[in-house]
């Protein structure tokens, strides 16, 4: 049987030309996925703040979508350091409950009555192949502080779900910032993982 050659060659490098461009298009598609992701979740915030006037229902629907848009699986393995390998398995299923709740509650109250914030969006980045950092300002009219930076950090560890891991707000990182008052009050009790989840207890009985 004879070979075409100049055919076999012409399939051999439309193949490779195709193999090597699906890095570059799987990257495109997670940038797209992941500032679709943000400004879905805007919108539905937006909804919440125009549309739901009681505070307990408020609450419970921000609950909602921080289960949905973030992944507190590894929120809560993060936000803990070093002291998550020493929590029990109850202490880490009742952690992630407590800071999953806070999260919500803290969301909540901080946007109180501001129902008109748009989102200016600056830019989907890729940060290696399992995360992509979507950045841009609020924008938060009639306020004394009417616009403020913010980066979302979106992970792809489920390529199919991707999940927001954390939320930077002029520089400063929700997760980071989380972390350091999580291990400051585990080691003033001790190293007692039990000691930090009284103390979220206590936040959100206040």
């Not at 919108?43 to 549309?51: A, C, G, L, M, W």
């Not at 806070?102 to 989907?124: H, R």
Request: no cysteine.
């Amino acid at each position: 049987m004879r070979i075409n050659f100049k055919f076999f060659i012409l399939l051999t490098s439309t193949f490779f030309l195709f193999i090597a461009s699906l890095p570059s298009n799987l990257l495109a598609s997670k940038t797209e996925n992941a500032t679709t992701l943000v400004n879905t979740l805007l919108d539905k915030v937006n909804n919440i703040q125009k549309f739901t006037d009681n505070e307990e229902k408020k609450q419970a629907e921000f609950l909602d979508l921080i289960q949905t848009y973030f992944d507190m699986d590894v929120i809560a393995k993060v936000s803990t350091g070093p002291y998550w390998r020493i929590a029990t398995l109850n202490e880490k299923e009742h952690y992630t409950k407590l800071i999953t709740k806070l999260i919500a509650d803290v969301t909540a109250s901080n946007l109180g009555n501001i129902t008109n914030f748009e989102f200016e969006f600056e830019a989907s980045i890729p940060k290696g192949e399992k995360m992509v950092m979507v950045s841009g300002n609020l924008l938060i009219p009639d306020q004394s502080i009417s616009s403020v930076a913010i980066k979302w950090r979106i992970s792809f560890l489920n390529e199919e779900v991707p999940k927001i891991i954390d939320i930077e707000f002029e520089n400063i990182s929700m997760l980071v910032t989380q972390k350091e008052e999580n291990i400051a009050i585990i080691r003033k009790n001790g190293g007692v993982f039990s000691a930090l989840i009284n103390e979220m207890e206590n936040k959100l009985t206040k």
